[in-house]
C-alpha cells in the first residue's frame, strides 16, 4: 500500500489537491485547469481516491471530485511538530519587536 506522503510527492496530484481545495471539481475542469491528459488526470484522482484524499460523487451526467479532510491526518499527524516550532519562533519574534519598540 501506497503512503499519502507517497501520494502527495507527485506533483501533478498536488497540483490537484490545490484547485480541489476551492470546491469540488468536475475531470473536466480538472483536465482543462492542469493541462493533463483525461485519462493521466483520471489515473491521478484513482490514486488520491484511494489513498483517502479525495471522494467522488456523480451529479447528473458528471463526476465531481472532492477533498476528505480525514485522508490528510497522517499528514497533518507528522507536520505538527514543525507548525509548533515554527509558532514559537514567530511568538518569540514578535516578543523580541514588542521590547524593541
Known amino acids: 500500500m501506497t503512503s499519502t506522503f507517497e501520494v502527495v510527492a ?4 498536488r ?3 490545490d ?3 476551492h ?5 473536466g475542469e480538472l ?3 492542469t493541462g493533463l491528459s483525461q485519462p493521466n488526470t483520471s489515473r ?3 490514486i488520491l481516491r484511494e489513498a483517502g484524499l479525495v471522494e467522488s460523487q456523480v ?18 499527524h ?8 515554527w509558532q514559537g519562533r514567530i511568538e518569540a519574534l514578535e516578543r523580541h519587536l514588542d521590547r524593541a519598540e
Open 78 to 85: 507528522w507536520l505538527t511538530p514543525y507548525v509548533l516550532l
Open 59 to 76: 451529479a447528473g451526467q458528471h463526476r465531481l471530485y472532492r477533498l476528505r479532510g480525514e485522508g490528510f491526518a497522517e499528514l497533518a
Open 10 to 13: 507527485e506533483p501533478a496530484r
Open 44 to 46: 491521478h484522482l484513482r
Open 23 to 27: 470546491g469540488p471539481r468536475a475531470v
Open 15 to 17: 497540483e490537484i489537491l
Open 31 to 33: 483536465v482543462a485547469k
Open 19 to 21: 484547485i480541489l481545495i
